[in-house]
């Protein structure tokens, strides 16, 4: 299992507890009220050796028609923050960055990606989905 198939995996744990279904060959999580349709979309990008959640757009639908849509890309935030902290280590950042894939690549799962480092990534994402993405999804379709 790589970072964004163990990342993926946990978030349908959590959403699926949500009512939402994953559709792992789109990556989104989507779910159905009062006639409309709900998706949660998500990116990861694995150049350089290393897998980043890339963006995420929410998606409003009814009738198979997108009625509202936001994407929120992996960038700086306000704070001086990534909006979706990495997972993975220090070290396989400095390999990257001194491109020195063959170090890279010889390390193993659990030293490029801590798994401390993907339950934080995942618990900053939840944060994430519990206030901009129900803000969003509750502000376009419930007005």
Do not use: C
Request: hydrophobic share 40%; glycine share 4%; no cysteine.
């Amino acid at each position: 299992m790589n970072a964004s198939e163990f990342f993926l995996f946990k978030l349908n744990q959590y959403l699926s507890e949500k009512g939402f279904k994953f559709l792992k060959s789109k990556k989104i999580f989507t779910k159905e009220i009062a006639g409309a349709e709900f998706i949660i979309q998500i990116k990861f990008d694995g150049r350089g050796g290393l897998t980043v959640l890339d963006w995420v757009r929410l998606i409003i639908k009814t009738n198979k028609e997108i009625i509202a849509s936001k994407m929120y890309k992996n960038e700086i935030t306000e704070n001086g923050r990534l909006r979706f902290p990495t997972m993975y280590s220090q070290k396989a950042l400095d390999y990257a960055n001194k491109m020195n894939l063959k170090k890279l690549s010889e390390m193993n799962f659990e030293e490029k990606y801590p798994a401390s480092r993907i339950i934080s990534a995942f618990e900053n994402f939840i944060h994430f989905l519990e206030n901009d993405a129900i803000e969003f999804f509750t502000e376009k379709h419930f007005r």
